[in-house]
C-alpha cells in the first residue's frame, strides 16, 4: 500500500466533507467535558466515559469513512498488515474527520502495538488544565486525559473492522509533553471463523 | 449598512476560520445533549442548560468575531439600530461560526423583536426526537429543544454587546416545522452610562 495514496485519498475527503468552525467544536467538546467532570466521581470515570463517547462516534466514522471514499470514487487500499491499517487511520481518517495531520511511529517488534502522534490537537486549543480543581470537589484534576475521546475513535472504528485495540494517551501536549501520542495495542483479531461460535450455540 | 458587505464578510471569515468536520461536531453536541439529558431532572432544565452553555461560548464567539474581523482588515459596519445589529448576527456571525445562511425576518412594529431563521441546522444532521424515551426514566422528551445552544450563543453575543435578550426556539424542523426559527426579544440595552450606577456604590 502506498503512503503517498492515502494521504491524498484523506486530504481530498477532508476538502469534501461538511465543515463546522473548529472553535466551536473546541468549545463544544469543552463543555461535554465539563459536564462529565460534573457528574462523575473520579478522574479514572471521566477519562473512561469520554473514551465511550469516543467509541460509539467511532462505529459511526467508519461508515462515513467508508461510504464517502467510495462514492468520491476512491479506493481504500486492503490492509494486509496492522502496518497498513495503521497508515489508513493516521493519514484517511484522522485528516477526513479532524484535518490534522497524524503520524504512525513506534511500532513494537510483533506489530501488534503503535502509536499514533498527533502534533496539532484541535480539542485543546482553548484549554489549561488546572492542578486542583474547586468545582471537582478539589480533586486533583491533573489525571484527566482531556482529549481521551480519541482513543475511543481509534477502538470504535478498529472494532468495526474486526480489530480489538486498547487505546491510551501516553503522551499529551496539555500536560507538558511535546507531542500528543496515543498507544495503540492490538489484543485480538476476530478472523471470518468468529462467526462459527455463534452457530454452536 | 449594506447587507450584501456584511454577508460577503461572513463568507470571508468563514473561509479564514480553522475547520473540523461537521459531522464530528454533530455528534460531539449529540454527546453533549444526552449527557445533560442523563443529569438534570426535567427536559425545562435540560433547555435551560444548553441554552446556559450557549451563553458562555457566545461571550467568547463574539470577541472571536471581532478581532478576527480586524486581523483579516474588514470593518465591522456600526450598529444604528437593532435591524443592523441582527444582519451582524446572522449574516456575519452564523456564517461564521457554521458556515451555514441565517436569514433575519419578522422583524416587530417596535422594533425589538425579530426572528432568526435557519434553513439547515448541522447540529442536528443525525438526530430524531423520539416521543418518550425509557433513558429519560420514562419522561416525554418531545418538549426538547435540540438546539438550545444556538439561543444561548445568540444571547451571550448580544449581552457582550450591551444588548439583553431573551431567545427562544419557536419553529423547529426536528418537530416537524419547515424551517427553525429562533425569536429574539430585546429586553434591556445598556447605554453607556450605565457605569453610573457602579460609581454610586
Chains 1, 2 share one sequence.
Request: charged share 25%.
Amino acid at each position: 500500500m502506498s503512503k503517498t495514496n492515502i494521504t491524498a485519498t484523506g486530504q481530498a475527503l477532508w476538502t469534501k466533507m461538511p465543515k463546522a468552525s473548529a472553535e466551536l467544536f473546541a468549545l463544544t467538546y469543552g463543555a461535554l467535558v465539563t459536564e462529565i467532570i460534573r457528574d462523575y466521581e473520579n478522574i479514572n470515570d471521566v477519562n473512561s466515559q469520554l473514551e465511550k463517547i469516543g467509541h460509539s462516534i467511532g462505529i459511526r466514522c467508519v461508515d462515513e469513512f467508508l461510504s464517502k471514499s467510495e462514492l468520491a470514487g476512491f479506493v481504500i487500499p486492503t490492509c494486509k498488515n496492522m502496518r497498513d491499517t495503521a497508515e489508513v487511520v493516521a493519514k484517511g481518517g484522522f485528516k477526513m474527520f479532524l484535518g490534522i495531520p497524524c503520524e504512525v511511529a513506534n511500532f513494537n517488534a510483533d506489530g501488534k502495538a503503535f502509536s499514533l502522534i498527533i502534533y496539532e490537537n484541535p480539542l485543546s486549543i482553548f484549554v489549561e488544565i488546572p492542578s486542583t480543581s474547586e468545582e471537582f470537589r478539589g480533586e486533583d484534576l491533573s489525571s484527566i486525559c482531556y482529549s481521551n475521546i480519541y482513543c475511543g475513535i481509534v477502538r470504535g472504528v478498529l472494532e468495526s473492522v474486526n480489530i480489538k485495540v486498547i487505546c491510551t494517551f501516553v503522551k499529551d501536549v496539555l500536560k507538558g509533553d511535546d507531542v500528543n501520542e496515543i498507544r495503540v495495542e492490538v489484543k485480538e483479531i476476530l478472523t471470518d471463523g468468529a462467526g462459527d461460535d455463534y452457530k454452536e450455540e
